[in-house]
């Protein structure tokens, strides 16, 4: 299966701890976004980055949250010191730029994380 | 700025009825219009797009929909409900590669449920 790698699937932190979730794109895929699904709710953009640069950010809260996505591994968005309010799923996304693909996002199965 | 209203939460048919999910959008520029389908605990799987092509686009599992620029509308059909249609349904707005970031603005989901 060449599609959108999440781990983990399930997350569990107490409150204050680091959560840390890992995205690996489609094979080829140069273009990253992550999105927030709060219980009940549609998804959410957060941030949109491509190899090395983070392009858009409008939708990470200002603390805490942080995003990469290196030259070589994966994206990973990183939450610091937990609260319960971040308790949703998180998922990426991930597309290849150019005429043909039309904007077509691919979605991973998710990270639920859960906070205690 | 763009943004996505799904009328109603939740709908339910009867299997063989037809099913109707009703989206409507508010766009700047010349959108792109999606629906994605997320089944229980999974990620979101595309449906169909309209990229600025024909006005009815046909997708997967029998389901299309039709582009009426007029009422700002992209809703969801399909002649008849089957039960493996039960799932949540996403509409979404992008817009197109030429305008930059390509993030996805979702409206809040329908849940469909199918009657026996």
């Known amino acids: 299966n060449a599609g959108v790698m999440q781990n983990p699937r399930h997350l569990v932190r107490r409150r204050g701890q680091e959560a840390r979730l890992r995205c690996s794109p489609v094979k080829g895929h140069s273009h990253v976004y992550w999105y927030r699904q709060l219980p009940e709710e549609g998804l959410k953009f957060m941030v949109y980055l491509q190899k090395e640069n983070i392009i858009d950010e409008s939708g990470m809260p200002k603390e805490r949250f942080s995003a990469e996505f290196p030259k070589e591994g994966p994206s990973i968005l990183r939450i610091q010191q937990v609260v319960r309010g971040d308790s949703a799923a998180y998922f990426c996304a991930s597309s290849h730029r150019d005429r043909g693909s039309k904007n077509i996002q691919y979605f991973g199965a998710g990270t639920r994380l859960s906070v205690l | 700025a763009q943004s996505v209203t799904q009328l109603g939460s939740h709908v339910s048919v009867s299997e063989g009825a037809l099913v109707l999910l009703r989206c409507n959008y508010s766009s700047s520029v010349p959108p792109y219009l999606f629906w994605y389908v997320q089944y229980p605990n999974q990620g979101l799987q595309l449906l169909l797009k309209?990229?600025?092509?024909?006005?009815l686009v046909k997708g997967i599992n029998g389901f299309e929909a039709e582009f009426k620029k007029s009422e700002t509308s992209f809703h969801l059909t399909k002649p008849s409900a089957h039960m493996s249609d039960a799932a949540e349904y996403f509409c979404?707005?992008?817009?197109?590669?030429?305008?930059?970031?390509?993030?996805?603005?979702f409206g809040t989901g329908t849940r469909l449920t199918i009657i026996p």
């Open positions: 979404a707005v992008s817009a197109p590669e030429t305008f930059g970031n390509e993030k996805l603005t």
């Open positions: 309209y990229t600025s092509a024909a006005t």
